[in-house]
């Protein structure tokens, strides 16, 4: 099930970093709120989730969204980091 979500949230962040900049998902995906959380509440955020997945493969925020536009680079991403999921949980 983990596999599932890991690649259906990291196709869906290729969709969205291929639309054009005023789309309202890459909008909302690239803003940052301001202010603090209460206390007791987890940091965590889908953004920050994608960010950690990203940095254990070795990329940055800017090369995801250069790696995204193109379509067939995308797939051999997601494949490599389902791959290295799986071998990270056993």
Not at 8 to 23: H, M, N, P, S, T
Request: aromatic share 8%; net charge positive.
């Amino acid at each position: 099930m983990e596999t599932i979500i890991i690649r259906r949230r990291w196709r869906w962040i290729g969709q969205v970093l291929r639309k054009e900049q005023d789309a309202i998902p890459r909008v909302a995906v690239q803003w940052r709120p301001e202010g603090h959380r209460k206390r007791g509440r987890p940091k965590t955020t889908w953004r920050r989730t994608v960010e950690a997945e990203a940095a254990a493969m070795g990329q940055s925020w800017g090369t995801l969204r250069m790696l995204a536009q193109d379509r067939e680079q995308w797939k051999e991403f997601v494949a490599a980091l389902i791959a290295n999921g799986k071998k990270g949980s056993k």
